[in-house]
């Protein structure tokens, strides 16, 4: 008797880790993108690589899309299953910690580990995993690897792709590889970020980094935008480089002090800045009056200052909870991701509170000032579709100002659904070509998480196929 | 063989789209010490060395754009008003970024985040057909589109031609010193070193130089003058250079290479450093091992190699250089699809071995 697809994936997984009943599938209709959302034909938990491969492969025999998903906290719609019913292969239960060597400061742990609890593991021996996307609590190795996801500390530390030394992954022929970055061409610089195009990652190998000796945090307020702006540009232009550097909003703050994220930011700023200097004791003592001078002369309301690790915890507890603060604002957030040269940040803000204005949206602003990484918080409510649309037209707009500005639409977040068609802002239609023709070197079938990264309309090949099917991305 | 010495992308183009069938060798300065330039079997060269400008140079966002040809010594001379540098290296100044991006020798800065690989964060490519692209961009941090750069870096032009190149730039520190211990004992000198891995906060570089039985420790600080100096202090080292010519007196055997006749031999590699010094023993190697295990060595040792250990055949007297083949299976079948892609004639010797691969078929073949 043949087996359906359904009962293939028992045969593979057994009962208890394949599901189709409609509330699972319903939990796994989305990520952290709210505009999109569809469900999952099946979801399967696999535990082990070649129970990953036996997935793919049968995806492969049976022309099934392959959605890999991390913890869902994907904020693009990478992780937003496809318009076509696809096998959901969720890595929660590949989380453990395969081996790791305090001396090479390695770790090879597998794809569904969870960010923090990596940190937590090798803390016993000073070191930690740098990357810090604020869903570390949440998001996986894994997740973070597809979208090369970036946190306030990658200013000084660099992105997860700084951060990863190799990957096993199966790709989209069904085959396992492992790419190593001192081995051969550089695939693992190529699969980080590619969100899930090129196939399903099951282990990582990962740098861990020494825990910083002293740490100092810097809390200032502003009276405009342009000051906290201007004290950037002028730290990083001074060649200090701290471990981060953040900036709130008037509107951000109001929205935090009123929430259970309270952390006694004056009420009165136009803008925060968060100023974190970390590393050797001589070399944090030595930048510290340095930051403290600039501070002075661009006139901040106040200036706090601690090296005391509850007191900092205290002073990035608004900056932490920012996101869950918008909620008090509308019902639903979208949250941009675009960078533009530190130098234009003030400027292009401005535009940016003009385009909410243009569109009636509500536009807040918390962001990863030193590298020029905005994060316009867009706040709608996505049960009124004159409002959604708005924000979604808002958004298009600001990120092709960012690019005209010198900049890119997405810095951390990745592509997904949600900035495909943004993607013309950038490339035209040769890079985009030798983007599908690189992706099909890894997924030569389009059976990797398709309908995302490309854009739908105006010509391209891909698009075309997408629009009318959303199958897969051949 | 005909050299091509285009001035503009539009003509490395019409070059490209009018000759793919033939054998194009890619030289930017032709310095690269891995000899990823030899003429071999190729029928012309696209020699980049007329595309020298600095095309943009931001201070204020620690970047710029550069064109292939452009000389590291004349990107640093143009950086130093700014107080600004290329944090990978140290690299001849006479070599070409182009050069120096392709090939990705290993060296003394070249870790962590001053890795090449983390200092390119734009690129206008040509590929083997004439097809003309750009990934990345122009900012320090952006994850839009697929990373087109980091398959260029190292692969020594083996998928497609680098014309411009959007740099990361770091401010010079205050102070930098480049410290040298006495001359140690093997076994000592490994002890020493490793333990200065794991005490040392955040050294700029760390060398093992190995000169046959004996060897010495080069360590290249930078930061306040305050932590210098208690790092000088913590090592016990003497201050062999200070300021610029610290920050480029990390020479690997790049520079030795360069500057003899007759290149030796060359091993370059990467071998975790909790097992460096098992597997070294006592051979009397000479060359270095730089901070996180990638080394440079004129002779390899005879024991077996450790678990995780990579060589890489890039440089032996008398052979043609085949490429960097990737050891596993299915990362060098990708890697094949990826120059059956892009390549088409260019630098046909590069991963070459990928041709002979496709023709035997076998998986197991793949291992060279």
């Known amino acids: ?474 | 063989m005909f050299e091509h010495r285009p001035q503009t992308d539009k003509e490395v183009v019409e070059l490209l789209s009018g000759i793919h069938e033939q054998g194009i060798l890619l030289r930017c300065g032709g310095h690269a010490s891995s000899r990823g330039v030899s003429p071999g079997k190729t029928q012309a060269i696209l020699n980049l060395s007329d595309m020298n400008k600095i095309t943009r140079l931001d201070p204020n966002d620690l970047t710029c754009g550069v064109q292939a040809g452009v000389l590291l010594e004349d990107l640093e001379e143009a950086l130093a008003p700014h107080g600004l540098a290329f944090e990978s290296g140290p690299f001849l100044g006479h070599r070409s970024i182009g050069g120096i991006l392709g090939e990705a020798p290993p060296a003394s800065r070249s870790f962590d985040r001053g890795r090449l690989r983390s200092q390119l964060i734009g690129i206008l490519g040509v590929d083997g057909r004439g097809r003309r692209f750009h990934a990345g961009g122009q900012v320090v941090k952006n994850v839009a589109g697929y990373d087109l750069c980091k398959l260029f870096v190292g692969s020594g032009g083996a998928y497609f031609v680098g014309l411009e190149f959007q740099l990361r730039l770091v401010a010079l520190p205050a102070r930098i010193g480049l410290l040298q211990s006495e001359p140690l004992g093997l076994d000592d000198g490994i002890i020493q070193w490793r333990e200065l891995r794991n005490t040392l906060p955040t050294p700029r570089a760390l060398d093992l130089v190995l000169e046959g039985s004996h060897c010495h420790i080069e360590v290249l600080l930078g930061g306040s003058a305050a932590y210098v100096e208690s790092q000088i202090r913590h090592t016990g080292f003497k201050v062999k250079l200070e300021g610029m010519d610290a920050w480029k007196g990390v020479r690997g055997r790049e520079a030795i290479a360069n500057k003899e006749s007759s290149p030796p031999n060359l091993f370059r590699g990467h071998c975790p450093p909790s097992q460096l010094s098992d597997w070294i023993g006592q051979t009397p190697i000479h060359g270095r091992i730089h901070y996180q295990g990638a080394f440079e060595w004129d002779r390899l040792p005879g024991g077996e190699r450790p678990m995780g250990a990579i060589v890489h055949p890039t440089q032996r007297e008398g052979e043609q250089v085949q490429g960097n083949p990737p050891s596993d299976p299915g990362a060098c079948r990708i890697a094949m699809e990826l120059k059956r892609t892009f390549a088409g004639g260019l630098m046909p010797q590069r991963l070459s071995f990928l041709t002979r691969i496709s023709r035997k078929g076998a998986p197991q073949e793949i291992h060279p």
Not at chain 1, 156 to 162: E, I, Q
Not at chain 1, 384 to 409: F, N, Q, Y
């Open chain 1, 1 to 474: 008797m043949s087996l359906n697809f359904e009962q293939k994936v028992i045969k593979i997984l057994g009962q208890d880790r394949a599901f189709w009943d409609p509330a699972t599938k319903l939990c796994y209709s989305l990520d952290g993108y709210p505009v999109q959302k569809h469900t999952p034909r099946a979801v399967a938990m696999p535990e082990t690589n070649k129970e990953v491969q036996a997935l793919v492969r049968l995806c492969l025999e049976e022309g099934v899309p392959i959605l890999p998903r991390g913890a869902g906290t994907c904020l693009s719609g990478g992780a937003t299953p496809p318009k076509t019913p696809c096998l959901l292969i969720e890595m929660a239960r590949m989380q453990k910690i395969l081996s790791w060597s305090p001396e090479d400061r390695t770790a090879i742990v597998q794809s569904g580990m969870v960010n923090l609890d990596l940190s937590v593991i090798v803390g016993k021996k000073g070191l930690y995993y740098a990357p810090d996307p604020s869903s570390q609590k949440a998001s996986t190795i894994g997740g973070n690897l597809a979208e090369n996801a970036g946190g306030p500390h990658c200013f000084k530390y660099g992105m997860t792709a700084d951060h990863i030394l190799g990957v096993r992954f199966v790709d989209g022929r069904g085959e396992m590889v492992v790419a190593d970055l001192e081995d051969g061409p550089d695939l693992v610089g190529l699969f980080t970020g590619s969100e899930g195009t090129f196939g399903v990652a099951t282990e990582v190998k990962v740098r861990l980094s020494k825990s910083p000796e002293m740490v100092r945090t810097f809390l200032a307020s502003f009276s405009s935008m342009e000051a906290a702006c201007g004290t950037v540009s002028r730290i990083v232009r001074e060649g200090i480089v701290p471990a981060a550097l953040e900036i709130l909003d008037h509107l951000t703050i109001e929205a935090v002090e009123a929430s259970v994220f309270a952390a006694g930011y004056p009420k009165d700023a136009e803008a925060v800045l968060l100023i974190e200097l970390d590393g050797p004791r001589d070399e944090v003592e030595a930048d510290s009056p340095k930051v403290v001078k600039i501070l002075k002369e661009e006139h901040p309301l106040a200036v706090e200052s601690t090296t005391d690790a509850e007191q900092r915890q205290s002073l990035w507890k608004g900056r932490k909870g920012a996101f869950g603060a918008m909620g008090r604002l509308k019902p639903n957030i979208f949250v941009l991701d675009g960078v533009v040269p530190t130098s234009k940040l003030a400027s292009v803000l401005s535009k940016v509170a003009e385009i909410g204005k243009k569109y009636n949206i509500v536009l807040s602003n918390v962001f990863h000032a030193g590298d020029g990484n905005l994060h316009p918080n867009l706040s709608f409510d996505g049960r009124d579709p004159s409002e959604t649309r708005r924000a979604m037209e808002a958004g298009l707009e600001i990120l092709e100002l960012c690019v005209m500005s010198g900049g890119s639409i997405s810095g951390e977040h990745g592509i997904g659904y949600e900035k495909r068609e943004a993607m013309r802002y950038m490339f035209d239609e040769a890079d985009l070509s030798a983007f599908r023709e690189l992706r099909r070197c890894f997924d030569p079938r389009g059976v990797c998480n398709p309908g995302k990264f490309f854009p739908t309309g105006g010509g391209c090949k891909e698009g075309r196929s997408a629009k009318s099917s959303e199958g897969l991305d051949v």
